[in-house]
């Protein structure tokens, strides 16, 4: 694309239907530059969250319905939790403009390939996908313009899609400072599965294996939290409904993830009962060999 | 204690066995704020590490030979990995001097009164120490002077303990910037265990299996590790002797940590496989409410 057309907006009209972390740092970055696209509507599930983007100045309309929101949409992005997807595909289905692209953030795909799939009409671009950025904040306060600088996004097209829309939906993320891989919707989540949804739930189940605890050491467990388990506890200040909606949503790959894990850590216990001091190294290492190759690949 | 007292250094001569991360710390602080002893000698297990911390300019005295450095010493700090304090208590226990100060800073304090209680002599004051402070480097250039700044000394003194000389070495820890609370070495090797080391052993462990699952997915898994993965991987960048002994003797807590751990992560993966959405927002929420304690209690 020459250097002349990327100072054009993709986009005539945008979508964002759900302004939390992520959809609110869409709506603030095409304020911001102005190349994504020239006017965006945002819609809330309740009135609270649409008036605070309001205040927060973050659109061009605000639209309580998300049906009249994506009417005239050329570009519809689902920025809800995966939970609610299958309702609103439903519910803005009919009113989808044709050539238009449908696409989403959410963590998981094979589950927005089901839920969403059999509402898109013929003639509308439906390439789910994946930012993977995300702080320990959410809500329409919560967005800034730098959250996908340099973080990857996923995108899984369904077969037949149209090479043109995936290559302007790529253009679109990369406009927003993001890296952009095609995969199919069961490889990413295998793979989110163990870098992401594992440890996630690791975490949650730490906290509360610590709490518990807790009660019967008169809080020294919090008082005395070493520098390993404060970062579980900052992976675990995440939004409820947004990982109830992961977890329930990749529940096979989470599910194996979790097995293989389960198998590797009692193989570590086993070490640990019999003393065998090899083992454990070995294993401490590898963590160590893993942390060098993120640093190599420049992710940490 | 007075303000002019406040200005003595509190022993003659300091001896550190071990100068990585935590000794090299120590001799750092000792030269920086000259309080806490006249003279600083080290020791260390090999001539490579003996020869950085006199490059470094560490100390005052350096000795190849632990029962040297510890001769004529009114404090002595054992700063190795803690599966070498068997064999260097048999070594120094000989040469320690009458009413001297014997502490460590290892993570694991049962098996220290275990490993080196036999070997005090009469009128040595014996008086296991963990400060809860580190950072993922090791070696003699990895210390700093405000490594213990607003951390946790844990100090686990055996019965009949001179209360003078736990005051001393209180004062001590306080001048070297952290807070010191007293509790048994039982008592200790729980707390840690769940919120130290049992996080790591987690850390190392998810390693492993993502190690193994990267092997089948071409590198993907580390070229996409967000966030949760990247936390887990600062953790588990850690050394591997040192950790290796802690799992080792702190085993009994550990062991029972990791199957309290394994029991709720069950519970979860049973809840994640029938859909109960309510269990598993109770558990997000649940670590939510822990990171807000933690950051209330300012140790986040």
């Known amino acids: 694309m020459s250097e002349m057309l990327d100072q054009e907006p993709l986009f005539d009209r945008l979508a964002l239907i759900g302004v939390g972390l992520i959809g609110s740092s869409l709506a603030r970055i095409a304020r911001a530059k102005g190349t994504l696209a020239r006017r965006v509507v945002v819609n809330a599930r309740t009135a609270e969250t649409l008036d605070r983007a309001r205040v927060l100045d973050l659109a061009d309309e605000y639209e309580s319905d998300p049906a009249r929101a994506v009417e005239g949409a050329d570009c519809v992005i689902l920025c809800a939790p995966v939970g609610a997807y299958a309702a609103l595909a439903a519910r803005i289905g009919p009113h989808l403009a044709p050539g238009a692209i449908l696409t989403d953030v959410g963590s998981t795909k094979q589950s927005v390939v089901r839920d969403v799939g059999p509402f898109v009409p013929e003639g509308v671009h439906f390439i789910p996908g994946h930012p993977m950025a995300g702080t320990e904040f959410s809500g329409p306060d919560a967005g800034f313009v730098e959250l996908f600088q340099n973080r990857w996004c996923l995108l899984t097209p369904v077969a037949g899609s149209d090479p043109a829309a995936i290559a302007k939906l790529k253009l679109f993320w990369q406009r927003c400072g993001a890296m952009v891989s095609v995969m199919d919707a069961a490889h990413h989540d295998r793979v989110v599965a163990i870098v992401s949804h594992l440890p996630h739930l690791i975490a949650f189940t730490i906290c509360g294996t610590a709490d518990d605890l807790a009660d019967e050491t008169r809080q020294e ?77 420049n992710q940490a």
Chains 1, 2 share one sequence.
């Open 221 to 297: 467990v919090l008082q005395f939290a070493a520098s390993g388990f404060r970062d579980f506890t900052r992976i675990a200040a995440s939004d409820p409904v947004m990982w109830r909606d992961i977890f329930l949503n990749n529940r096979e790959a989470l599910l194996e993830m979790l097995a293989r894990f389960t198998e590797d850590a009692q193989a570590m216990a086993r070490a640990v009962r019999w003393g065998d001091a090899g083992y454990i190294e070995d294993k401490v290492l590898r963590g160590r060999k893993i942390r060098k190759e993120l640093l190599d690949l």
